[in-house]
C-alpha cells in the first residue's frame, strides 16, 4: 500500500495510527511505503513516535504527488504483488480495513 499523507492533518495521523495498529508484526510494515512532501526531520519524528518501520519516500517538491496527480491527502493506492494498481482509496482506513487487505493480499 502506497500511503500519501502530511503531518499536519489529523486524518494523515490517524491513518498512520491505523497502519501501526494493523501490522501485529515489524515485518508487516515492509507491505507500506509512506510518502510526503513534508520536511525529512519533521517525518522522520513522525516515524519514530509512532514506532513505525515502514519505509518513506520524501516527495521533494510533491513531485510525485503532482505525476499521480495527488489533491488531497491521506490518498491510499492499493498495489498487487506485480506492481499494479488494484484501487485507490481517499481518506483515513481504520485499522480494521487495513487489515483486511494485509490478509487479502496475503492469500494471493
Given at each position: ?49 509512532l514506532g513505525l518501520s515502514c519505509p518513506l519516500l520524501f516527495d521533494r517538491n510533491t ?9 488531497s491527502v491521506p490518498l491510499n493506492f492499493i498495489v498487487d504483488r506485480n506492481l499494479q ?24
Amino acid at each position: 500500500m502506497i500511503v500519501f499523507f502530511k503531518p499536519d492533518c489529523s486524518f494523515s495521523r490517524a491513518e498512520l495510527a491505523a497502519i501501526k495498529e494493523a501490522t501485529v508484526k515489524p515485518e508487516d510494515q515492509a507491505c507500506f511505503v509512506l510518502i510526503s512532501g513534508a520536511d525529512q526531520p519533521e517525518l522522520w519524528a513522525i516515524k519514530e513516535e509512532l514506532g513505525l518501520s515502514c519505509p518513506l519516500l520524501f516527495d521533494r517538491n510533491t513531485q510525485y504527488g503532482k505525476v499521480l496527480g495527488i489533491k488531497s491527502v491521506p490518498l491510499n493506492f492499493i498495489v498487487d504483488r506485480n506492481l499494479q494498481i488494484e484501487e485507490v482509496v481517499s481518506g483515513a482506513m481504520p485499522s480494521r480495513d487495513i487489515a483486511e487487505i494485509m490478509k487479502n493480499s496475503r492469500r494471493r
